[in-house]
């Protein structure tokens, strides 16, 4: 039903991450390979027999509203416990704070594994993930103290609250409140809404980050700053204690991902909500984007937990399904259909953009470690990298997914087989986190003039000093020509541009990624079966994918004046 | 909510059908433009007034299995009548069997208006029209004159029964079987699933068109019959009698479409199901591709249906929801979304493609009638063009609808806006009438090869005679070249090819279609707003969607080496 993914993993971490480099330092010295096969394979051991079996019920029964509270289908309470007690949640968070300091290269991998199980209930972890990062570079020692080690273990979990009503994309737009209480404490009022695990039952406490203005804040994003609300106040021996106004009003009635209470929460409705800054007053973007910009890969990730599991229930089901005889075949038996060359295609097509989308993540994860060891560069590679892997990667969830349906056939409509829940779930991943149209605005907008080009610059020359096939050089070359190009152009032809651009940019650096790893897999010694899916896939994507992107040049290098030859008004005609 | 698209109806009707020229033969003459003009008006005012309110019922309560049958939500019975008394059905029915006798062409557009509305419920008529077809070129006069008055009307519907579980694509596989009862009746058993309004309420016969084995048959497609068997036996007078022991097992739990009741059909279960053969005993592939390849366009139909309204739900809430500054104005004042680069990129993407799938859909129904007519090669140019309009149209239904999702941001993965619905009903048609991948493989199979490759040479010609744009014209002589080379393959390295190839040309054939009305656009009387994104649309496709075909090119012209170098066993490696 679900099978980690560990090879692919553990070769992307040999190899593209660098996790051996990673753990000479100091720092990572824990990362063993020993420890990472360790890691790999016991969390792929909780994944497979506990939480996988649960996601179609995370889907058919979902997290429900009851006045108590929101209630998680049979199961998840013990499966989020043993995730718990396992010490799953502790792998990325520094030492200091009760974690077990690896990499947070080791910690994606985690995460992949978890959501290719179940990606919905996975979405618990990986909000409380953005929570300790805030906290670990944002809040006080007190703060770390009383907080970080409950969400280190994933005891207490962690939730972002941003978008109201009329502040989606628009985070500057909020209006929730916060009024000083003196002691360092704040009151706090508003509703949130699209709050992912805004409330479960798996946690005794859970710890609220929220962005409200202060009196007399200034207008827009200048004005924000971001507060530790807690659901249950801490009493003085650090235990949770009173509950702190904090309502669940409602959850979400969304096309998937039922296993993920969406919330609607009230804070303050009567006027008993405390919460404390986190940071300084108006420090709230900054904040806002520490826990963002690592959500942001995670999202990314969650593109390929999807094509993960898509991609081996359609392998399944196209190894089982017996259908028609081979065209061209001298034989008139009918065959499995994975043997028909279109729906080996697909299929190839679906490992292969699983395992780019992979590397892509896991390449961007690594900077995350190497910017923490100081490695020049990385946290520059890290910003350019991010709006890639989060845009692309949940692309490829989607496309996957689509494919996954339709190598099932008329059963991929039908719910049972579960390939249409997973195209449902992966929908959700364009779009949250940041829109993938906002992470296009944010490569041209910010990330392509990092350091004046040198940045994107920087990028270009590695993926050129290695790219051995003509189609991917050509590819690099121009992105390379219209990256250089959108750096001069006005905000409305840069953004009109952005999206096709990011998503040239984004094959790019996969097919520099799948290119390397094949070589690699072709003299390596391993799983021969691995290695030739590794080999194969790395060919189909440079071949085939690669090319694709060239399509969009003209696409990445048009104007907006079309966008505007007709008014909004008539838009419709 | 919704508006009848038209104005485009009518400019594709006049300048990529030629309504004008049809309605000079004595055949089509009734297909005057003040008819044409009524038709659309009227067909719409029902659409937008009786059928489109109940889109969302249609979903969210669903047709509902009871056993006395299946009931229809609330108010479709009064709104599947007001279609029947308006004449609906009756428009491309020929005059002999109670039809209008309009051209095919005009069937399309008040189907196209029809499911824009609400795609499940129009199903129900469009599945009739594929029976009244079957009828009326292979049925006998007594079955003619007992059924088709009735099925023209839409006063009974029809259905097809093809597939069983072990029977999908692969039809030969079937094992419902018919045994000589003597007088030209036949006993009927057999199991049949996934019947689109196999069984409803709004109708007091149905009529199932049944694909079934005779006793010593051949095996495979050579030893099929059709039978007709209709829910309620006919009394001496015609009108519907004795309960057939047809009977409605279950309805399937879909992604989508819940309006369109998919059944598990039981013939025969008493041993009472009796059926008439139509057309000779082994006739019934032959039969079926008269049934399906009208349904075929009709699918590919329903793809510009669920385009043409996610376009206008995108563009409605686009217009409305206010966020953020324009990017690069002096203004901070927050707009519409609408007036973001990247939202109308994806607003204008999405008209174009609706567009561009509209035409190829109405030139491939234009060949019906002039086949009809006895132009000469019309019926070869419906044959190329099916898998095409069938395919592409599909697929641009589910890339719109995703589109539809992503303008509406978080708001568009809860369903209450609607645009979740109609991405999780676009989903199902590039599988079903055949899914996707065997258009593909009738396109380079059968149809590249027709008259030795003659009628793809004189597709390549019409276009390449009009085509004036560079990009447009390069494409046009890469299918050309593609297409020829894979006319010499084997069997494996065609269908490998075949998907890509599939989208190039169509690509190609949509942007002769688009460019040739852009020019006219440009040069038009008519409503301004009209024509001014009628050309913004045209220029935007040839553009930017035109080239993007090109990289395709690539995995059109690639082997199936790669897709055998991984033996199917370890495909999951």
Redo the contacts between chains.
């Keep these: 039903m679900f ?1 980690p993914a560990t ?1 692919d993993q553990r070769f992307v971490l040999d190899h593209i991450v660098g996790i051996g480099e990673l753990a000479e330092s100091e720092r990572f010295a824990a990362a063993s390979s020993d420890v990472v096969d360790a890691v790999l394979d016991g969390v792929g051991q909780l994944a497979e027999g506990e939480w996988a079996p649960l996601n179609r019920a995370g889907d058919t029964v979902g997290a429900k509203w009851t006045p108590e509270g929101v209630v998680m289908p049979d199961g998840f309470v013990k499966a989020y416990h043993d995730y718990v007690e396992g010490g799953w949640g502790t792998i990325g968070v520094a030492e200091e704070f009760g974690g077990q300091g690896l990499p947070f290269a080791i910690q994606t991998a985690v995460l992949d594994t978890l959501g290719g199980a179940n990606m919905s209930f996975a979405l618990a972890p990986t909000l409380t993930v953005g929570a300790i990062e805030a906290l670990a570079h944002h809040g006080s020692p007190e703060q770390q103290a009383l907080y970080l080690p409950h969400l280190a273990t994933g005891e207490w979990t962690g939730t972002m609250n941003l ?1 109201e009503p ?1 502040a ?3 985070v500057g ?1 909020l209006r929730s409140s916060a009024k000083p209480l003196g002691d360092g404490k704040w009151s706090i009022k508003g509703t949130k809404i ?1 709050i992912s695990f805004g409330d479960h039952d798996m946690a005794p406490n859970i710890v609220h980050l929220v962005l409200a203005r202060t009196p007399d804040a200034p207008a ?1 994003t200048k004005g924000i700053s971001l507060f530790l609300v807690p659901k249950y106040r801490l009493n003085a021996d650090g235990t949770p204690g009173d509950f702190n106004d904090v309502r669940v009003v409602s959850i ?6 039922h296993g993920s209470p969406t919330c609607v929460l009230s804070f303050g409705d009567n006027d008993d909500c405390i919460g404390e800054l986190i940071g300084g007053e108006f420090g709230g973007i900054r904040a806002m984007f520490t826990m963002m910009n690592n959500a942001r890969l995670n999202v990314g990730l969650q593109g390929v937990q999807i094509a993960e599991r898509a991609t ?1 229930t359609a ?2 089901y ?2 089982e399904r ?3 005889a ?4 001298t034989s ?1 038996e ?1 065959v ?1 259909i ?11 097509r679906m ?1 292969a953009q699983t395992q780019a989308a992979r590397a892509l993540v896991y390449l961007a994860a690594a900077q995350v470690d190497r910017a923490a060891l100081g490695e020049a560069g990385a946290q520059d590679r890290l910003e350019i990298l991010t709006p890639l892997a989060k845009a692309h990667g949940t692309d490829i969830g ?1 496309e996957v997914t ?1 494919l996954g ?2 190598v099932h ?2 059963m ?5 087989t579960g390939a ?1 829940q997973l ?2 779930e992966a ?2 991943t ?3 986190e940041g ?3 906002i992470q ?2 944010d490569l041209v ?1 910010r990330k392509l003039g990092l350091a004046n080009g040198a940045v994107f610059a920087q990028l270009i020359a590695d993926m050129r000093a290695e790219a051995e096939d003509q ?1 991917l050089i050509t590819l690099i070359d121009t992105c390379e020509e219209i990256g250089r190009g959108l750096m001069t152009l ?3 032809d840069k ?2 541009a ?2 096709p651009f990011l998503t040239m940019l984004s094959t790019a650096v996969c097919g520099w990624l799948m290119e390397r790893q094949g070589r690699i897999a072709a003299t390596s010694d391993g ?1 021969p ?2 290695l ?2 590794k ?2 896939a790395a ?2 994507y440079v ?2 994918i ?10 990445a290098t ?1 104007k ?1 004046d ?5 008014p ?6």
Tied chains: 1, 2.
């Design positions: 099978t090879a978008t009329q989606g994309s628009d737009a699209f827009g979400e009635h969304k096309m998937g991902l081996q392998v399944g196209a190894r017996i259908q028609s081979r065209a061209g075949s008139r009918s499995a994975i043997e028909h060359p279109d729906v080996r295609r697909m299929l190839l490992k989607c689509s349906i339709q056939g008329g991929g409509y039908i719910e049972e249409a195209f449902r929908r959700i364009p779009i949250y829109t993938n149209g296009a605005a907008g189609g006005d905000a409305d953004l009109a952005s999206y799983d079966a691995f030739a899916m080999t194969a060919r189909f071949a085939q690669v090319p694709e992107a060239m399509g969009l040049k003209a696409a048009a907006a079309v966008l505007y030859s007709i909004a008004e008539t838009f419709a005609a």
